[in-house]
Every structure is written in structure tokens, then in C-alpha cells.
């Protein structure tokens, strides 16, 4: 108990806590047996892009072992502090592990120096996480994160990919991860306008996941008949909200009342 | 029986350590701890914006303390470890008021009873609950005694005078600018003038915010709330000349750098 008082080192909380319980460490240096593969649950798709003010990122509810759906209504996206937000993609449990002690990360910060890290700095605190997993990653636990934030000094929302070995990659206007990525891209890369209201960034988001699950069989689509509805948060000054049920069955209507007649979605004017 | 020379009895040494630590607590301003209608509310006047006397440790739990600064500083540092690492090993709801108030009592008891100098501190460990019969105020005093306060807590030099002015301006439930009225009121002596807004540190706990309840009230958010608290009070008298309207060039007397000299 003394290491409480006497611990006065740098205000991360994971540092503090490889010294005081390195046992609660989400990147335990111990090897597998065997490397884990299909058998255990995998976090799908995540989308992020820019709007006016702010960002917007969304991610599925599927969770898949191998051929299996583990769980429909996963949660893959965390609010990490007022002004952040972080969704995972790869191993589910090492991924909500890692979003956990990211969170207390920034808030130990925050409480300790009295002041919130800068957008880079959070950025750069997740980067040394991820790498700290690599020793894991290799042996099948591999965990991706996508980083989104409302940058104060900016007044602009930022988005930072990453790898297994760390990063962080910025990203402009907009970015996806996991298994679906390439046809969310694709899907975003047609559907994104710059400086659009958070409202239309969402519904591009929500395109993209559906065009995502359209193709990608680990990526679950909007459950209309259990109203299972993609997770969606929308970070701007006002900070970090998480859209509730209702808002996001309204957004989903419209865009499958629009998908009835024209089953793969809006199309991107040719000329 | 002949004493050895320098023999102290044991009740000696305690009195005197009591005694200087009182001597170093009494030297600083009051700290005000009250429940309001959404919840606790803190107010300390400290001319620093750099130096806190009030913290926020986790998302229920606020600590105001006064006294040395470095004292009290390491023991905030060492609360919020104990909140985050028991938050992050069981769940967020899992870190209580009460577990903290007896992690300080043990510790500032230990430093009491085994050091040469007592801490020279006096702090408030304040939790939130999601009913106003379930908000806990806890005052720990430099030998680790715990006190269970109801309504309100004051810690610092004129305590007792602090909360005898406290008690007759204090209501259950309270608006938070009526709140923050009588917590000024309290801590302004008779005849003397109220601080600037510049002067004084102001906090709350609000029950009614999402995820972290511990919100500081500063600038112009401040600002209006003491204007709400001082316009209704004199409705009949007409208005005194108005304040000049830049800010007082710095604190009057000296300046509260939280060393307790």
C-alpha cells in the first residue's frame, strides 16, 4: 500500500501499474501454447471520418469466431475521455481490455497534471500501448485500435490510424479498420463530403458499415427485427456524445426505406 | 526515580506534535465543503490558478484539503492511484468515499503516531451518491480521525468561526448559487469584503452530469453565478457604486503559495 504514497514518477497510469500489478497489464509478456486463431471472438468493422466541428465514428455489433457469430451486439466503440474516442478491431477481449486501461490512461493524466494530454499526445500514448502487444499480436491476440478526437487547438475533429506495431498514422477526413475496411472505404471514399454536417457524416458512416456488411461476412448489417443498431458517437466541442438508440433507428430507416429501390446505396455523380 | 535527560513521556510528544501541526493548519484560509440541491459544492479562496486546493479523484469523489501544499498534494496523488488502480481492477463503481477516507486515515495516523512532524494537513474527501441521503462528506484530520459530516464540512484556520457563520445560512437543498452565497457568506468575516472571483476556487459535484460528476466553476461561468448570488440579496438598497470593472491587479496581502508560511 505504501507504493501508493511514495510512487512519484511520471502521471502515466500504465507505468504505475507495470510497477505496482504488472499482472493487470493487458500485454502480459507470457507465451501461448499454441496461437490462438478463429477460436476466440474477433471485433469487425469500425469507420471514422470528419465532419464540420468535429468527427464521427461508428462500428458494427458483430463479433466472430472463425465461421461462428459470438455476439450480436457487441460494443466496439469507447468513449476514452470528453473529447476521444477509441474503436477496436481484432481480438474482442484484449481489444475492451485495452480501451479500458486507455481510458483510465487519459483520465490519470488529466487528474494528476491538471490538464488533459494534447491531441498527439493521446495519439502517441496509444501507439506505445499497441506496440507493448506485439509480443502477443504475433501469437494471434492481434488488436488494432482507431483513434478519433476533437482537437481544442484545431477546433477540428482528427483521426489516427494505427498498426500492430504502434503508429499512430493520421489520417485525413476519413478512415476504417478490420475486416470490412476495404469496402467501407470504398463505400466512404465516394460518399464523404468535406465540411458536411455531423448529421450527413453520420449517415455516411452508416452507409459505409452497411456497404461493409453487404460484402464482408464477419460484418453485421442493422438488425431491423431484434433493433440492433451500429454503435455511433459524434465528438465535437460540445464533446463526446453517443447517439441513443432511437436517433440512430431514425438514420437507419432512412437509409434502408432508400436501399429498398436501390439495394446498393446512393451513387457518387460520374461527371 | 531519576529521569533520563531529554526524556519526553509519550503524552508530551503527541501534544506537542498536535499542538504544531494546529499551529501550521491554522495559519491557512477555511476550505468549504456543503451539499446543495444537485450535489456538493467546494469553494476555497485561493488566489492561485496554478495550486489547487480542491481535486477531482474519480468519477463520485472529490478532495479538498488545506494546509502544507506538498503535504497535501502527495497525498492527492497518492488517492487518485488508489482510485484509478481499484477502478481499473473491479469496476468504476467499485471505488468509494469511504474506502478512501480510511486509506488517508491510515496513512496520515501512521505519519502521526511514527514520524518527528505530523502532516500539517487537514482534508475532505466528498462522494456523491445518486439520492442526496446518499452524498458522504468525510473530514480527516493530521492524526488520521475521520469525521462523518452531515450537510457540510469547513477545514482550515478559522474553522470554528467558518462554521458557525455556515450554520445559520445553511439549508437541505439548497439551489447552488444560494449555496455558493452561503459558503461566501461563511467564509467572509463580519464586515469584511467578499473575494473576487479571481480569488476563489469553486468546484462541484453535480449528481445530475454523465460519467465524471466533478466539474470546476471558473471564468465567466463563475463570474455569473456570483452575480446571481449577490443581486437578490439587497432588492430594496439601491445599487452602491459599481464595482470598478477590471479585476483587482493581484491578491491583496500575501499570497497563498499553499507552503502554510
Redesign the interface.
Known amino acids: 500500500?505504501n507504493n501508493?504514497?511514495t510512487?512519484?514518477g511520471s502521471p502515466s497510469?500504465t507505468e504505475?501499474?507495470g510497477a505496482?500489478?504488472p499482472d493487470?497489464l493487458p500485454t502480459r509478456a507470457q507465451a501461448l501454447a499454441a496461437p490462438v486463431e478463429d477460436q476466440i471472438p474477433h471485433a469487425t468493422t469500425i469507420v471514422a471520418a470528419t465532419c464540420a466541428g468535429g468527427v464521427v465514428m461508428a462500428g458494427d455489433r458483430r463479433a466472430t469466431s472463425g465461421n461462428i457469430i459470438s455476439q450480436r451486439d457487441i460494443e466496439k466503440v469507447f468513449?476514452t475521455d470528453d473529447y476521444s474516442c477509441v474503436g477496436i478491431a481484432g481480438t474482442a477481449s484484449t481489444g475492451i481490455e485495452l480501451a479500458?486501461?486507455y481510458r483510465?490512461e487519459l483520465?490519470?493524466y488529466e487528474?494528476?497534471e491538471?490538464r488533459s494530454l494534447s491531441t498527439e499526445g493521446k495519439a502517441n500514448r496509444l501507439a506505445t500501448m499497441i506496440r507493448g502487444n506485439l509480443a502477443m499480436a504475433m501469437q494471434g491476440l492481434v488488436v488494432v485500435p482507431l483513434f478519433a478526437a476533437y482537437d481544442p487547438d484545431r477546433d477540428a475533429g482528427r483521426i489516427f490510424g494505427y498498426d500492430v506495431g504502434g503508429g499512430p498514422y493520421e489520417q485525413r477526413q476519413y478512415h476504417s479498420i478490420g475486416s470490412g475496411s476495404i469496402f467501407a472505404r470504398g463505400s466512404m471514399k465516394k460518399l464523404y463530403r468535406e465540411n458536411s454536417s455531423p448529421e450527413d457524416v453520420v449517415l455516411t458512416c452508416l452507409q459505409a458499415l452497411y456497404d461493409a456488411a453487404d460484402d464482408d461476412s464477419a460484418t453485421g448489417g442493422p438488425d431491423v427485427t431484434r433493433k440492433i443498431w451500429p454503435v455511433v458517437a459524434v465528438i465535437t466541442a460540445d464533446g463526446f456524445r453517443r447517439l441513443s438508440d432511437d436517433e440512430i433507428a431514425e438514420y437507419v430507416q432512412r437509409m434502408i426505406d432508400g436501399r429498398m429501390t436501390d439495394p446498393d446505396g446512393p451513387t457518387a455523380p460520374l461527371r | 526515580m531519576s529521569m533520563p535527560f531529554g526524556y519526553a513521556s509519550p503524552e508530551q510528544i503527541m501534544r506537542d506534535r498536535a499542538e504544531y501541526a494546529r499551529k501550521g493548519i491554522a495559519r491557512g484560509r477555511s476550505v468549504v465543503v456543503m451539499q446543495y440541491a444537485d450535489g456538493i459544492l467546494f469553494v476555497a479562496p485561493n488566489p492561485s490558478k496554478a495550486l489547487h486546493k480542491i481535486s477531482e479523484i474519480y468519477d463520485r469523489i472529490g478532495f479538498a484539503a488545506v494546509g502544507r501544499y506538498n503535504e497535501f498534494e502527495s497525498l492527492r496523488l497518492a488517492g487518485i492511484r488508489y482510485a484509478d488502480i481499484n477502478g481499473y481492477t473491479y469496476n468504476r463503481s467499485d471505488v468509494t468515499g469511504r474506502g478512501l477516507a480510511n486509506l488517508y486515515a491510515q496513512q496520515l495516523g501512521m505519519i502521526f503516531t511514527e514520524s518527528i512532524k505530523s502532516l500539517e494537513v487537514e482534508i475532505v474527501v466528498a462522494e456523491v451518491g445518486e439520492e442526496p441521503e446518499r452524498d458522504q462528506i468525510y473530514r480527516l484530520t493530521f492524526d488520521g480521525s475521520v469525521f462523518d459530516e452531515q450537510g457540510m464540512a469547513v477545514i482550515g484556520g478559522q474553522a470554528e468561526a467558518v462554521s458557525g457563520r455556515l450554520k445559520e445560512r445553511y439549508r437541505e437543498g439548497l439551489p447552488l448559487a444560494q449555496a455558493l452565497e452561503a459558503a461566501l457568506f461563511a467564509l467572509t468575516e463580519p464586515g469584511g469584503e467578499r473575494p473576487a472571483s479571481a480569488q476563489l476556487e469553486v468546484a462541484v459535484l453535480d449528481r445530475n452530469r454523465e460519467h465524471r460528476k466533478f466539474l470546476r466553476l471558473t471564468g465567466p461561468r463563475l463570474q455569473r453565478l456570483l452575480d446571481e448570488t449577490t443581486r437578490p440579496t439587497p432588492p430594496a438598497e439601491p445599487s452602491p457604486a459599481p464595482a470598478p470593472e477590471t479585476p483587482p491587479i493581484g491578491p491583496e496581502g500575501e499570497i497563498d503559495t499553499g507552503s502554510g508560511e
Open positions: 500500500m501508493l504514497f510512487n512519484t497510469f504505475f501499474l505496482y500489478a493487470l468513449r479500458r486501461l483510465v483520465e490519470h487528474k494528476m491538471g
